[in-house]
């Protein structure tokens, strides 16, 4: 364990600083993610306030889109006696370095993507944490405290949720000749719109046509025979059967193989340099999620709109969305993931 806990200093320190992240971030980021709370947690004191100093460290699974350094330091100022050792790790990278560093049994906090929550309880990195937030269920949005539960119990404090959407560029668009997608929700364009629009714009000048935040993993590309009625790509017991051979699935894949047989997409297997590629308007659209916006917003240049995620012509509308959670780590080193 770390040593702040073999001291035998309480572990509500630790959820002090979770829950005094979530409340920080909620309340001070100027950004687009939108906090899971629907109301004020407890206030922090009521979950302790040590009397000599404790060094808390938080590994983040870092975004662009959140100003921690500003919340750390208004949390450190309200309680002196707690100090935040803050260790980033970049998103695309986060996975991998997780292991090895919880190995080394330095870590108190860690950020859990919702949709790993399972995996980290079976690999034991994640404390039962609802003794105490319990008491504050109901001030979770149902879908967000369901991602941080598992069989009854709170692994994660719920701390933000997010979304996706189908970026745009005004200009690369208008030179083309082409119309701008609509914004409103219930008026989703298509992807065959899109597809004929970004090879527009390729001809106009534009250097790619679409461009998507993520293709080394399943994060986008999921949604996709999803909207043509052909599931999340897998079923089964614990949906571990993959499933790719129905008639949605191998439509909608094919239609997405074929933006890189025509060069509309760039192809690569990274997840980061995509959305540079949009920021820095080389590419006529972009399928990304609202943290992708702080980036985006640091070109002035960038002349960009958002609508809600295309669908097929003869689909139903689809789009994806998660959550992040802060979990205290059990300090336990003999595990590995599963």
Same mark, same amino acid.
């Given at each position: 364990?770390?040593?702040?806990?073999?001291?035998?200093?309480?572990?509500?320190?630790?959820?002090?600083?979770?829950?005094?992240?979530?409340?920080?971030v909620s309340?001070?980021?100027?950004?687009?993610?939108?906090?899971?709370?629907?109301?004020?947690l407890?206030?922090?004191?009521e979950?302790g306030?040590?009397d000599?100093?404790?060094?808390?460290?938080? =590994?983040?699974a870092?975004?662009?889109?959140?100003?921690v350094?500003?919340?750390?330091?208004?949390?450190?100022?309200e &309680?002196?006696? /707690?100090?935040?050792?803050?260790?980033?790790?970049?998103?695309?990278?986060?996975?991998?370095?997780?292991?090895?560093r919880?190995?080394?049994?330095?870590?108190?906090?860690i950020?859990?993507?919702?949709? =790993?929550?399972a995996?980290y309880?079976?690999?034991?990195?994640?404390s039962?944490?609802?003794s105490?937030?319990?008491?504050e269920?109901?001030?979770?949005?149902?879908a967000?405290?369901?991602?941080?539960?598992?069989?009854?119990?709170?692994?994660n404090?719920?701390?933000?949720?997010?979304?996706?959407?189908?970026? &745009?560029?005004?200009? =690369?668009?208008?030179?083309?000749?082409?119309?701008?997608?609509?914004?409103?929700?219930?008026k989703?364009?298509?992807?065959?719109?899109?597809?004929?629009?970004?090879?527009?714009?390729q001809?106009a000048?534009?250097?790619?046509?679409i461009?998507?935040e993520?293709?080394a993993n399943?994060?986008?590309?999921?949604?996709?025979?999803?909207? =043509?009625?052909?599931?999340y790509?897998?079923d089964g017991?614990?949906?571990?059967?993959? #499933?790719?051979d129905?008639?949605a699935?191998?439509?909608?894949?094919?239609?997405y193989?074929?933006?890189?047989?025509?060069?509309?997409s760039?192809?690569?297997?990274a997840?980061?340099? &995509?959305?540079s590629?949009?920021?820095?308007?080389k590419?006529?659209?972009h /399928?990304?999620?609202?943290?992708?916006?702080?980036?985006?917003n640091?070109?002035?240049?960038?002349?960009?709109? /958002?609508?809600?995620?295309?669908?097929?012509?003869?689909?139903?509308?689809?789009?994806n969305?998660?959550?992040?959670?802060?979990?205290?780590y059990?300090?336990? #080193?003999? #595990?590995?993931?599963p």
């Open positions: 364990m770390s040593d702040w806990l073999s001291r035998g200093v309480s572990r509500a320190v630790a959820m002090v600083v979770v829950t005094g992240c979530i409340a920080s309340g001070c980021a100027s950004d687009s993610r939108g906090s899971s709370s629907k109301a004020a407890p206030s922090l004191s979950l306030n040590p000599r100093k404790v060094t808390v460290t938080w =590994l983040d870092a975004n662009t889109n959140v100003n350094g500003s919340v750390i330091k208004k949390f450190e100022a &309680y002196p006696n /707690i100090e935040i050792k803050y260790e980033p790790v970049p998103y695309a990278d986060f996975e991998t370095v997780l292991p090895s919880l190995k080394s049994g330095k870590i108190d906090v950020t859990v993507d919702q949709q =790993l929550t995996r309880v079976a690999a034991d990195y994640l039962d944490i609802t105490v937030f319990k008491s269920f109901d001030a979770l949005d149902d967000s405290l369901a991602g941080s539960t598992i069989k009854g119990k709170l692994y404090a719920p701390e933000q949720s997010d979304t996706s959407f189908l970026f &745009y560029n005004k200009e =690369l668009l208008e030179r083309a000749g082409v119309s701008l997608p609509s914004s409103a929700p219930s989703p364009t298509t992807w065959e719109r899109i597809t004929s629009d970004a090879k527009k714009a001809k000048g534009a250097e790619h046509g461009t998507w993520r293709i399943w994060y986008y590309q999921w949604i996709l025979p999803q909207g =043509l009625g052909g599931g790509g897998a017991s614990g949906n571990l059967t993959p #499933r790719l129905s008639a699935a191998v439509k909608a894949l094919s239609w193989a074929g933006l890189y047989k025509d060069k509309v760039p192809q690569g297997d997840n980061s340099v &995509y959305t590629l949009f920021a820095s308007g590419s006529a659209f /399928i990304g999620g609202d943290w992708d916006i702080a980036e985006l640091k070109n002035k240049d960038l002349d960009y709109g /958002i609508a809600p995620m295309p669908r097929f012509t003869d689909g139903e509308p689809v789009s969305a998660g959550g992040v959670g802060l979990g205290l059990t300090g336990r #080193r003999t #595990r590995t993931r």
